[in-house]
């Protein structure tokens, strides 16, 4: 058997930890991409190729890159042959995290232990619809399977959150928004057209910056009401650069007309509404998460089909970096504004320049630890490889026992088992560290780091209850 109970775990303390600790903590799932639709209205999955292939543009960019044809990527070809399109692409998958992806998944909620292949995908599509068939396969029954405690989704600004408040409180687990401006950020994409939605939730003009800071300020009360602590914000190039309030509103009004905007610009426009943003987020001790690093939409030809979001980015290199970053948490840090942040890169080559920023900013009035937080191996970093790094960047620049640990950042139901893999990582890791003698074989002391990681050290940051 592949997946077996000490796949991927090498040494005996690293399955120590895993089968003792590990295994069976709850999961918080502070940011994915599940739409609270189909949670609020307990969807019931009835075939394995909607379950599974639907939205996931980790497998789209896989199968494209085995030759399938769009139709049974994206289009409308059947499910068996989308089913059977995978199949042939999973075979070819060896070396990817998708591979292990895939059959931890069948694993756990099919009970196939047979790898997919063409000679096995008629038997094992069978197999999983028969499953979803005969048992109540809903989407509150996966994530209370999964023993999720907390779902944080992703929302944009203007969403009336009407399943978040359908969901409150009536559930084992807790289903809560997270305020993403990313529309506004992105300036020179579409301002004027989504400011105008803005006006028809408001009720009001937004003439100036000014009146656009005083909407988004009833927008970020509108979602803790609701319950949200998390905002998270997605970027290209992580630009900061001051700028007077005249400068501002003539950028604000570039964009409203949809004139040209420099780099220069950019910076000022993202650096001074993330820091009006920031400010808000502190008064009301929400935590801020910066997604940055990507070269998104790259394939216009696909781009002008499908639209985003389809599996054609990839990682974005940008010099000067270090100088942005540290200027725009510096900016908040002196006023004491500075709210908790997890921030995540895209591009592995700088992961000890992030981590050495959010080291200069931990100080805090308020005892928490790692305030500033390096961020998950995120997107093509979400591999063996990239998780790996992430935690020696993390253990040689900040203390790797703050770590609030993994997420999913999937659309997918079934993606749950995304943290056991990087539990089994970090067990393996830990592991080889003590048999090595680089770490020492003190149990409580890795028990405390493995619960911490997995579990305790998100609940605590973001102030969750049981």
């Known amino acids: 058997m592949f997946i077996d109970e000490d796949f991927m775990l090498t040494t005996k303390t690293g399955r120590q930890l895993?089968?003792?600790?590990a295994k069976n903590l709850p999961i918080i799932d502070y940011h994915c991409h599940l739409d609270p639709a189909l949670i609020a209205n307990n969807h019931r999955f009835t075939s394995i190729t909607d379950l599974w292939l639907g939205g996931d543009h980790y497998k789209w960019r896989a199968m494209r890159a085995n030759g399938i044809p769009e139709v049974l990527i994206t289009g409308d070809g059947d499910d068996w042959e989308k089913f059977n399109a995978w199949a042939a692409t999973v075979e070819n998958l060896v070396g990817n995290p998708l591979y292990h992806w895939t059959h931890l998944e069948l694993k756990e909620y099919f009970g196939v232990t047979d790898l997919l292949n063409q000679a096995t995908a008629r038997e094992i599509y069978e197999t999983c619809n028969q499953v979803l068939a005969e048992n109540e396969y809903t989407s509150k029954m996966l994530i209370q399977r999964a023993a999720v405690r907390y779902i944080g989704t992703t929302d944009d600004v203007l969403s009336d959150l009407k399943e978040h408040r359908q969901l409150k409180g009536k559930n084992s687990f807790v289903v809560a928004p997270t305020f993403r401006p990313d529309p506004l950020l992105h300036i020179q994409k579409g301002l004027a057209a989504y400011v105008a939605q803005c006006q028809v939730v408001s009720g009001k003009r937004l003439a100036t910056y000014a009146d656009l800071v005083a909407f988004l300020t009833e927008r970020v009360a509108y979602f803790h009401e609701v319950g949200c602590r998390i905002s998270d914000h997605g970027l290209n190039e992580f630009l900061y650069q001051e700028a007077t309030d005249e400068e501002i509103e003539t950028i604000y009004q570039k964009g409203l007309h949809n004139q040209t905007i420099t780099r220069l610009e950019l910076g000022q426009w993202q650096g001074r509404l993330m820091r009006d943003l920031g400010r808000q987020y502190a008064k009301r001790g929400w935590t801020m998460q910066i997604h940055f690093g990507a070269v998104r939409s790259a394939n216009s030809r696909l781009f002008n089909k499908l639209g985003a979001d389809i599996g054609c980015d990839s990682i974005l290199d940008q010099g000067d970096t270090a100088m942005h970053l540290n200027a725009f948490l510096d900016a908040l840090d002196q006023t004491e504004e500075l709210p908790k942040t997890i921030l995540y890169n895209l591009n592995p080559m700088i992961n000890d320049l992030v981590a050495t920023a959010c080291g200069n900013f931990q100080s805090n009035s308020q005892g928490i630890k790692n305030k500033v937080q390096f961020g998950a191996?995120?997107?093509?970093?979400?591999?063996?490889?990239?998780?790996?790094?992430?935690?020696?960047?993390?253990?040689?620049?900040?203390l790797l026992m703050n770590f609030v640990g993994m997420l999913t950042d999937s659309r997918s139901f079934i993606s749950y088992p995304r943290h056991d893999y990087f539990r089994r990582i970090l067990c393996d890791y830990l592991g080889k560290k003590v048999e090595s003698g680089f770490y020492p074989n003190d149990q409580k002391l890795l028990e405390k780091m493995v619960r911490g990681i997995c579990y305790e050290n998100a609940r605590t940051y973001f102030d969750l209850q049981d």
């Open 377 to 398: 191996g995120w997107w093509f970093n979400d591999t063996f490889d990239g998780m790996t790094k992430q935690l020696d960047t993390l253990a040689n620049q900040g």
């Open 18 to 21: 895993y089968h003792k600790v």
